[in-house]
């Protein structure tokens, strides 16, 4: 009988290969099985890649929400189009003398929430059409700002025009428009020289498969690094489903407040999201959607794994 494969894998990218690449590479390991990834990468960038496999696909705006922890490498002096070092120069700037101090003040200045505006060259719709594909063409136009949020901004070391840093930040931040901010801010220009992702939520590169290892290794190998659809969003707590409940919301069925009440702490249904789950394995996603009530919110089951 063949093996039913669900859940997630934790990749690192190599420099140069695309995240298409890297899910082609699975997809010639895993043959037949849908698999996807949860946030794409540069082909310049490396790092961590969290590759949905079978249901685990379904997971996918869950796990991209996450925080994601990246270093980079800002090279001021130089500004590009692509706003890194894969675009055409623009300009070219003397930079002034700046110690570390100075750099790591003007970066305080970038933590908390933010607006960024982001770059033309993204994935960013513009009435209905991708920015990169307008930019291509020649055509500019005016994306709206985004909220952000800077949970830290680490400046690590600085050699000649070259600033190493460490971010922490929310779904939706560009890193290559931080360091042309940053580089604006400390009066000259920049764009993003290097940039490799660390960590996606609990999960870090530190447990990762490096993408070049991928067709190397066992079949087994790979299946045993697997991590379950349960463990795959360890933020979000669990309410254990008895049988006949379990079913039923396979079924397409919703449940009550009251039927919850009975399988879970009343203070885990506070949470935006939980996970519903019975003998090790994960049924649902539940969503509580706020409401005039004060303690109660509106339930809905938002995915459904079979």
């Not at 400390?186 to 290097?194: E, Y």
Request: charged content about 25%.
């Amino acid at each position: 009988m063949k093996k039913i494969i669900n859940g997630i894998l934790l990749i690192d990218k190599e420099a140069g290969e695309t995240s298409f690449d890297v899910v082609r590479k699975l997809k010639h390991r895993f043959k037949g099985l849908k698999i996807g990834h949860a946030g794409t990468l540069d082909p310049f960038a490396t790092g961590l890649m969290i590759i949905l496999l079978g249901q685990g696909t379904k997971l996918s705006n869950l796990i991209m929400s996450e925080e994601k922890i990246y270093q980079a490498i800002m090279c001021m002096g130089i500004e590009t189009d692509s706003q890194d070092l894969t675009g055409k120069i623009l300009t070219t700037t003397e930079v002034p003398d700046l110690s570390l101090e100075k750099i790591r003040t003007k970066a305080s200045d970038f933590i908390g929430q933010i607006q960024q505006t982001p770059p033309l060259y993204s994935a960013t719709k513009y009435n209905g059409t991708r920015a990169y594909k307008l930019a291509r063409k020649g055509i500019k136009v005016e994306l709206p700002k985004k909220n952000i949020f800077i949970h830290y901004l680490k400046i690590l070391s600085i050699n000649t025009n070259h600033v190493s840093m460490e971010i922490k930040c929310s779904k939706g931040t560009y890193i290559r428009t931080l360091a042309v901010d940053l580089g604006q801010s400390l009066g000259t220009v920049a764009h993003l020289h290097s940039l490799r992702r660390l960590a996606c939520g609990k999960f870090h590169v530190n447990h990762s498969i490096k993408s070049i290892e991928i067709p190397k290794l066992e079949l087994p190998q790979l299946i045993s690094r697997i991590i379950p659809l349960r463990e795959a969003l360890p933020n979000l707590k669990e309410i254990e489903l008895t049988d006949q409940l379990s079913e039923q919301i396979k079924h397409g069925y919703q449940p009550s407040w009251d039927e919850l009440n009975r399988e879970a702490k009343s203070e885990a249904l506070k949470d935006e999201d939980l996970k519903l789950v019975k003998d090790q394995q994960l049924v649902a996603i539940l969503r509580i959607e706020p409401t005039r009530r004060k303690n109660h919110g509106k339930l809905k089951i938002y995915k459904v794994f079979s």
